[in-house]
């Protein structure tokens, strides 16, 4: 599992228009390829009409799987460029597709390379990136006295907070980069004056924006 990778936030979409054509942009997370390829259907379904649906998609960890497709375009024109945002912007699990509805005025092969492109990197932005990191989950209990004092101090601190759990004891639980879990086991330690009980948990994804 990689340590920490970028993505898109989910579901989006973005128009544009370029000498009376129509670019629609859809966006979505795929981590495989039939995932992919059934949004890729989805949309050229929606937009059975359309003059064409283009696409491109970047798969897996180290981007094994990469697929571009001019859909009627002239060749390399519409995929490649598409795809080639995608991983200029360093994405993985990406899946897009630009739809157009040509407008009368033919472009050119330069015109429509920057045109595909441009209606994918608007409609990311639009979307949203997102940085995954790898994360493991620090549960803390502790008696209800400490709770108020732990959670402000939590919620100050470089670590981001999970969840609070609400039984005999409160258990917390917590992100803890992995080369961070001594600092942060000291940290409660200290703060709980040895009173609380620290475990580690399951290792996850925390996702936050990527500015």
């Not at 009627?72 to 509805?101: F, H, I, Q, W």
């Not at 005999?168 to 992995?178: A, H, R």
Request: charged residues 25%.
């Amino acid at each position: 599992m990689l340590a920490s990778y970028l993505t898109v936030r989910g579901y989006g979409e973005h128009e544009i228009v370029i000498q009376k054509s129509r670019f629609i942009a859809y966006v979505e997370r795929a981590e495989t390829e039939e995932a992919a390829q059934e949004f890729i259907a989805l949309i050229k379904k929606k937009h059975w009409d359309a003059n064409h649906n283009c696409s491109a998609y970047l798969i897996g960890e180290n981007n094994l799987i990469q697929k571009a497709n001019d859909d009627g375009e002239p060749s390399g024109t519409a995929g490649v460029p598409m795809l080639e945002v995608l991983k200029k912007k360093d994405l993985k699990d990406t899946v897009v597709v630009v739809t157009r509805y040509f407008g009368g005025i033919k472009l050119g092969a330069g015109g429509l390379i920057r045109a595909y492109g441009k209606s994918v990197s608007e409609g990311l932005e639009a979307t949203g990136i997102v940085e995954r990191k790898l994360m493991r989950v620090m549960h803390v209990k502790v008696d209800y006295t400490w709770l108020g004092k732990l959670e402000n101090e939590l919620r100050s601190s470089v670590y981001t907070l999970k969840d609070i759990h609400y039984s005999d004891l409160v258990e917390i639980e917590t992100f803890v980069e992995e080369g961070s879990i001594g600092t942060f086991t000291d940290w409660m330690t200290e703060l709980t004056n040895g009173q609380g009980i620290i475990t580690k948990g399951e290792v996850l994804y925390l996702e936050q924006d990527y500015k």
